[in-house]
């Protein structure tokens, strides 16, 4: 299995909005609506963000989005705050097992 | 409140044999799959495996089969997860977590830093 492909490096200014993509197959992203975001800051352990391709767990803002077409999830975030800056990986369920994407840094200009 | 604490890193030798530990709390511990996720360092996040404490279903990346054993005492709370033989590219950070489903992992431990030098 491999990796699911996120872009290496996406940047917004403060109040912009940034989409991440996360391509995969049909056999992980296209095949189930099992997708998560979470995200790292430096040091720290990673937080869910999104789950089930669109759902925010409880206490994460809304500026947070997913949304998925085909092989494709993108997690959008509006109104990019200082604190947004982070690595952001998806994660996909593949049946018997689940894989993360490579992870996206965002830098927040 | 939900913890998942993970036991205190750990130096080895290449060759050496090592179980690190991930304790839950303030959950049905039986009922949410626990999860073990590497990063190397400078690296991203790899799923390695999963297991469910109410019936010891193990799920496995087929990256990591063979290479790591995951294991988990309901008696205790704790979940775990162990090599027979480390290797110098064993050395990263481990985190557990818990989900409902094995990609979402909503509560991670904070980490287990194993380090595998001659």
């Known amino acids: 299995q491999s990796a699911l492909t996120q872009p290496r490096s996406v940047s917004g200014s403060p109040g912009q909005s940034v989409t991440i993509s996360c391509t995969g197959t049909?056999?992980?992203?296209?095949?189930?609506?099992?997708v998560s975001w979470y995200q790292q800051h430096p040091g720290k352990a990673p937080k869910l963000m999104i789950y089930?391709?669109?759902k925010r767990p409880s206490g994460v803002p809304d500026r947070f989005s997913g949304s998925k077409s085909g092989n494709t999830a993108s997690l959008t975030i509006s109104g990019l705050q200082a604190e947004d800056e982070a690595d952001y990986y998806c994660c996909s369920y593949a049946g018997s097992y689940t894989v993360f994407g490579g992870g996206t840094k965002l830098t927040v200009l | 409140e939900v913890q998942l604490v993970q036991s205190g890193a750990e130096v080895k030798k290449p060759g050496e044999s090592l179980k690190i530990s991930c304790k839950g709390s303030?959950?049905?511990?039986?009922?949410?799959?626990i999860g073990w996720v590497r990063q190397m360092p400078g690296k991203g996040l790899e799923w390695m495996g999963v297991i469910f404490p109410g019936d010891f279903d193990t799920r496995y990346s087929p990256s990591f089969q063979g290479q790591v054993t995951i294991s988990v005492d309901k008696s205790i709370r704790t979940a775990y997860l162990q090599w027979s033989s480390l290797k110098a590219s064993d050395s990263a950070m481990y985190y557990c977590a818990k989900g409902f489903r094995s990609d979402n992992l909503d509560y991670w431990g904070q980490g287990t830093l194993v380090t595998v030098s001659s």
């Open positions: 089930d391709v669109i």
């Open positions: 049909s056999s992980d992203v296209g095949g189930y609506d099992y």
């Open positions: 303030g959950y049905n511990f039986a009922s949410y799959w």
